[in-house]
C-alpha cells in the first residue's frame, strides 16, 4: 500500500530530524518506492547542505560593552531607566524647575524696584512658548530694554549677574507690580522640547543682561549657596538634556 | 551553547567581563542576523551594538534557556528600531551583497556534509539571490536554522512565533530557493 506522497514540509522536518518517529517511518517507507520523491528529498537536502556553508559577514569590530553601568543588584533596574532619554530629559525638566524654584527664593530677598527694572530687559525670543505668553504686556508697560544688542556674554561675573537678574524678571512676570509671590514654572514643563526652549530663553536673557547690570548695584559679593546650586540645576539639566540627544544617535 | 552558563551566571551578578566573554561567542551570529536583516553594514553594526547594550543592562532578566536565542531576539527588536527611525534605506543588490559577504566561514557545531566543498561565486551569487527574493519571515528562519545552525525551538524564541510557524516557513523558503538553484542549473538531484 502506497502511502501518499509527503509535502515539502514534511520533507524537510524528516531531513532536520523534527518528525515524529511513526510519521518519519511511514514517509521513509513511502520513499524507497517513490524515485520523485526521493528526488525531491535529495534537491532539498543539497540546497540546506549550500545554505550551511554560505559564507557569513565578518563584523567591522568586536562589539564587546564598554564603561556599560553595571548590572547591579538593587540598581539595575532604574539604572536602565535613567539611560533612556525620556528619563534624562524628565531629569532635565526636574533639574530646570528647582532652578526656577531656588531662582524665585534667592530673589524673593532682593529689592523690589529691581525687579521692575530686570523685567523690562528680559526680552524672549518669538519662538518660546513660556516667555512668549507672559512677556507681551511686561514689555508695553515698562520702560523701552535698555539692553544693548546682541552682546557676548561677559565669563566671571556673567553668571552671578545674570542669575540675579533673571530671577528678577521670572519673578515679574505674572506680578506686574513686582510682589514676591513665586511664579509658576514655565508651562510645558513635562514637554522636553518646551523645557529645552525655556532653558534656552534663560540663558539667552541671563547674556544679554550682563551689559546693563554693570552699572547697578550687583548682588551681594560672593555667591550664595541658593545661586551656586541653582547654576549647578542647570548645568545638569543641560547636561542631561544634550546627553538625552546624543545617546540617540547611533554610535 | 550550555557552557554560556558560567558567563551567564557571572554576567548576571555584575561581571562585565564576563558579559564580554558572552559578546565575543555570540557577536558573529548576532551581527550577520543583523546584516542579513538591515542589509547594511553600517546599520547592521549600528543595530548590534545597541543589541548588546540592551542585553548587557537586561541580563539578569534572561532566565531561559538559549541565550543565544534570547539574545537574537534582542537584535531584531534593534533592526526593527533602526528601520523605523531612518525609514526604509536603499539596500545593496543582490550581487553586491554576494560580493561583499566575506570569507569567513560560520562556526557550526554540525559536521560539514560531503556537498560542503566552497561554493561557486556563481551558486553564492544565485542563492543570495533567492534569499533576497524570499519573503523576510522565510528568509528570517532560514538565516536563523540554515545559516546560522539554530533549532527550532531557538528559532520560535528569537522570532516569537510558534515551532509550527518556524518549521512552514522554512520549509517554503527552502523550496523556493531549491527551485532557483534547480532553473539556474547549480543543484542537480541525485
Known sequence: ?251 | MTDDARWIEAAQAGDADAFNVLVERHQLVAYNLAYRTLRNREDAADATQEAFLSAYRAVRSFHGTSFRAWLLRIVLNACYDARRRSGRRPTSSMDALAEEVGELPWADERSPEPEAAALSRETRTIIERALGALPEDQRLVIVLVDLQGLAYEEAAEALGCPIGTVRSRLARGRAQVRDDLLASGNLSPS
Request: hydrophobic share 50%; with cysteine; aromatic share 2%.
Open chain 1, 1 to 251: 500500500m502506497q502511502s501518499p506522497h509527503p509535502t515539502t514540509e514534511e520533507l524537510s522536518a524528516l531531513l532536520d530530524g523534527e518528525l515524529p518517529a511513526a510519521e518519519a517511518d511511514a514517509i521513509r517507507r513511502h520513499l524507497d518506492t517513490c524515485a520523485a520523491c526521493r528526488a525531491d528529498l535529495e534537491a532539498l537536502r543539497g540546497t540546506i547542505a549550500m545554505l550551511r556553508v554560505l559564507p557569513a559577514a565578518a563584523p567591522p569590530r568586536s562589539f564587546r560593552v564598554f564603561d556599560a553601568p553595571k548590572p547591579g543588584g538593587l540598581l539595575a533596574f532604574p539604572l536602565a531607566r535613567l539611560a533612556s532619554p525620556v528619563a534624562l530629559r524628565a531629569l532635565a525638566g526636574v533639574a530646570a524647575a528647582l532652578m526656577v524654584v531656588l531662582f524665585v527664593a534667592d530673589a524673593a530677598r532682593i529689592d523690589a524696584p529691581r525687579a521692575d527694572t530686570g523685567a523690562a530687559d528680559l526680552r524672549a525670543p518669538p519662538g518660546s512658548p513660556a516667555a512668549g505668553e507672559a512677556r507681551p504686556d511686561q514689555a508695553t508697560r515698562q520702560a523701552p530694554p535698555a539692553l544693548a544688542p546682541q552682546r557676548a556674554p561677559s565669563s566671571a561675573g556673567g553668571p552671578a549677574a545674570g542669575a540675579s537678574s533673571a530671577a528678577d524678571s521670572v519673578q515679574a512676570l505674572p506680578s506686574p507690580e513686582g510682589a514676591t509671590e513665586a511664579p509658576q514654572p514655565p508651562p510645558g514643563f513635562a514637554a522636553p522640547a518646551e523645557t529645552a526652549g525655556d532653558r534656552a530663553v534663560v540663558v539667552t536673557a541671563q547674556a544679554r543682561q550682563i551689559e546693563t547690570r554693570e552699572s547697578t548695584p550687583a548682588a551681594p559679593s560672593g555667591l550664595p549657596p541658593a545661586r551656586i546650586a541653582a547654576l549647578a540645576l542647570a548645568l545638569l539639566a543641560v547636561s542631561a538634556l544634550v546627553v538625552s540627544f546624543v545617546a540617540r544617535r547611533p554610535t
